[in-house]
Structures are given as C-alpha cells and as structure tokens.
C-alpha cells in the first residue's frame, strides 16, 4: 500500500503561485510514475502533470509554460510549482502515485483562483 499526504493548496488571485507538495509513504518502492490531476465542479477529474521516475514529464496543453512538475526520489515527494494561476484553474488537486499497475490517490487539497 502507497499512503499520500498533498499539502500547499489555497486561494490566490488570478496570475497568482501555489506550490503543492506531496510525500508518498508506505510501499514507496517500485513507484513509477506520480503526478496530480484536478477536479472541478461539475466535471470529470483531468491530469494536470505527471513525472516518471526518470524524469519525464508530460502537461495539459492548459497548463504547459504555466506549470512546472518535480518529483524528489530520495524523499518520494513531488512538487506541483503553478504561476500565472487563471479562474479557471480551481478544483480539487489530487496526487496520484502509479506502482505495479496500480493507482493510489491522496486526499485531495482545494486550489481556488480568484478573478
């Protein structure tokens, strides 16, 4: 079993940072890839960014330049670094962890972007 623990979330103004954070722990070996989808009200939860354990990124194309994903081995922490936050940015943001196959989720922290 992988436990998440995300941290960091807020309300902010429009163009606006957040940095949320997000430490794995229990089974944390053989973690794959982690990343962070968002919920908004009324739709479906979407990938925001994810990181393989080597380093490789991908971003929603709404995020990509705006965003940036990191991810800490040694800690099993990844990093969610967002600027130039927009309204339409607000939702609940989940850490996701994939090992072996399987997806294992955080308890969800709420970002809110004011206009």
């Known amino acids: 079993q992988v436990q998440l623990v995300e941290s960091g979330g807020g309300l902010v103004q429009a163009g606006g940072s957040l940095r949320l954070s997000c430490a794995a722990s229990?089974?944390?070996?053989?973690?794959?890839?982690m990343g962070w989808y968002r919920q908004a009200p009324g739709k479906q939860r979407e990938l925001v960014a994810r990181?393989?354990?080597?380093?490789?990124?991908n971003y929603a194309d709404s995020v990509k330049g705006r965003f940036t994903i990191s991810r800490d081995n040694a800690k099993n922490t990844v990093y969610l670094q967002m600027n130039s936050l927009k309204p339409e940015d607000t939702g609940v943001y989940y850490c996701?962890?994939?090992?072996?196959?399987?997806?294992?989720w955080g308890q969800g922290t709420q970002v809110t972007v004011s206009s």
């Open positions: 996701n962890a994939l090992r072996l196959l399987q997806n294992y």
């Open positions: 990181i393989t354990r080597g380093g490789s990124t």
């Open positions: 229990g089974s944390t070996f053989a973690i794959n890839a």
